[in-house]
């Protein structure tokens, strides 16, 4: 028997209802699931929940954080940062494994549906049909998401496999075919009337991470941002057309109830709206949390494995937030503390004389998201108690530097986004990673009209009118930040932009594939660096010093390579190679 693709044979099972007919022992055909009501929901329910759940532990592969466990012997930091990664060993030294068959599998389930459902023979409302049908097709432009945004262009099946399907006429779609492929599944549902039923704007009782008509526009608006993008750009989209569909988006989401988490914050609570939103449930049938576009993403036990060693309980200190990501936050005035280095390994900053910014008082006076971000040296350990306990993470403090305890923080900081500092280790209080937000939306159109007409120039779509600065400076409003100015560059407001993007979307995943589609992985995960603090008779010297160099900046890990098992089977059955560059073993 031929060796063919795991998920492919699946789905040729499944497609074909002989298959199916077995035994009477309480199994059922694909013929019968959509002769029934109920079925057909349940099957259409099990199409969900195929896209990887974000993680803060995602940082730890950029350059936004160092690893606790790059001191601990074969651990997936430490063999990635050394390079030691081969298309074999990929999934278990990556944040998320090898999600390749595990996307096909939702798409295999959706294609299925989308098949059984035109000749379903149920007693259902065409508008409800209908709206399961939209909440098919926006799934599958998700599942497509996930995989180009990870490996490239992947080949494209929008219908289930017969038995006997011909795998050698396969082929990998181009990355920008497969992007027209996702639109038009996005416009497909977004055809379907709002209403109830029907594809709906709002979340109902016992609907929690259902697909909506903001998932599908968002969706839409990120495909595209990646095809125009220096990785992916073969000139299919142009930077218009990216804005004003990201524009469409953003104005529909906005127009429809959506709006960035903006409440009265108690402080001793959290430090501000931003900081709170990290932590708040947003299964609330947009009650409360009206910003969150889709939740995948589990709560995390921060306490336990990205806290503090004195915390009870903790495990590891996790990600520890790099120097590089602690220059990324702008003095409160809007200016930035760092506008460069004068040595090769970023240890003599160039200090901005506009910020107000003082080495000796390095963390005074900064944007608020830091606050709610980082946990530095002085910082407040409980925020009902401002004057009490500060974190020590100089030498020898009670936080403090490590290089052989991965309770200790390496680089001098800790993650305090959605680190509640309530939690304890009979109950976890922590947040968790949104895989799309309404603030992502606005950051997109952003660089979207940025590269398309510049910052200044307001891009009207309907009734939606917003320029590049405008988006921005709506998402820096919520923390209190100055604005962007009037008049910058296309090429200032591209770099001011990109520093706003690593900030607002801290260690949610987005760092890793930003620096991939703009092709500067090279350049940003080269090396990172941190701070140590030395006390001396309550005086504090900080000293800056460099990890060693990392050798995950390689071209190659601009794309997951394809498991090696499953390229070679692919070769054999098509005679190409399908590997993506750099992973052939």
């Known amino acids: 028997m031929k060796k063919i693709f795991p998920f492919l044979l699946a789905a040729a099972a499944l497609s074909c209802n002989k298959q199916l007919d077995l035994p009477q022992d309480g199994r059922i055909t694909l013929g019968e699931v959509f002769n029934d009501y109920d079925y057909t929901r349940g099957y259409l329910n099990s199409c ?188 299919t989209y142009s930077w218009q057309e990216v804005a004003n569909v990201t524009g469409t988006a953003l104005g529909e989401c906005l127009a429809n109830g959506f709006s960035l988490f903006n409440e009265n914050t108690d402080p001793a609570v959290a430090q501000n709206a931003y900081a709170l939103y990290h932590f708040i449930t947003s299964n609330d049938m947009r009650t409360r949390d009206k910003e969150t576009i889709l939740h995948t993403g589990g709560t995390m036990a921060m306490w336990q494995n990205a806290g503090l060693p004195t915390n009870p309980g903790v495990s590891k200190s996790g990600p520890n937030p790099t120097q590089e990501m602690i220059d990324r936050y702008e003095m409160a005035n809007g200016e930035a503390p760092i506008t460069g280095y004068s040595d090769n390994d970023r240890l003599t900053p160039i200090i901005n004389p506009a910020s107000g910014y003082d080495p000796q008082q390095p963390y005074a006076g900064r944007d608020p998201r830091f606050y709610a971000s980082i946990y530095y040296n002085g910082a407040v350990r409980y925020l009902n108690q401002p004057n009490g306990k500060k974190v020590e993470t100089f030498v020898g403090g009670l936080e403090g530097i490590s290089t052989d305890n991965r309770r200790f923080t390496r680089t001098g900081y800790y993650v305090r986004k959605f680190n509640n500092w309530k939690s304890v280790q009979n109950g976890n209080a922590d947040g968790s990673v949104r895989l799309i937000r309404l603030a992502e939306l606005y950051l997109n159109f952003a660089e979207a009209a940025n590269q398309a007409v510049g910052p200044d120039v307001k891009v009207t779509v309907g009734n939606f009118s917003m320029s590049a600065r405008e988006a921005v400076n709506a998402v820096r409003a919520r923390v209190g930040m100055p604005g962007f100015p009037a008049g910058m560059s296309k090429g200032d407001f591209e770099k001011k932009y990109r520093n706003e993007r690593a900030v607002e979307l801290a260690f949610e995943e987005h760092r890793f594939f930003d620096v991939r589609r703009w092709k500067i992985l090279a350049e940003t995960d080269k090396f990172v660096t941190g701070m140590r603090i030395t006390k001396n008779n309550d005086v504090l010297t900080y000293e800056r010093f460099k990890f060693e160099n990392r050798e995950s900046n390689q071209d190659r890990f601009l794309m997951y390579p394809l498991d090696q098992n499953e390229a070679d089977k692919i070769r054999q059955l098509t005679g190409v190679n399908w590997q993506n560059p750099g992973w052939n073993e």
């Open 48 to 235: 969900y929940g195929f896209v990887p759940g974000p993680h803060v532990d995602r940082s730890s592969f950029t350059d936004e954080a160092q690893d606790c466990d790059d001191i601990t012997a074969n651990s997936r930091y430490r063999a990635w940062y050394a390079g030691d990664v081969t298309a074999s060993s990929y999934g278990g030294q990556s944040q998320d494994g090898q999600p390749w068959a595990r996307l096909f599998e939702g798409i295999r389930k959706t294609n299925v549906f989308l098949s059984g459902i035109r000749t379903a023979n149920i007693v259902a409302q065409p508008e409800e049909r209908n709206s399961w049908v939209a909440q098919a097709h926006t799934l599958r432009g998700l599942y497509y998401l996930q995989l180009i945004k990870r490996y490239g262009g992947v080949p494209i099946f929008d219908k289930p496999l017969p038995i006997g399907h011909d795998f050698s006429k396969d082929s990998r779609a181009k990355f920008s075919d497969v992007v027209a492929f996702i639109i038009k599944e996005c416009d497909s549902a977004l055809s379907v009337p709002p209403g109830r039923p029907g594809f709906n704007w709002d979340i109902y009782e016992n609907q929690y991470g259902i697909m909506t008509r903001a998932i599908a526009h968002a969706v839409k608006s990120q495909a595209m941002l990646y095809a125009a993008s220096p990785l992916w750009n073969d000139g």
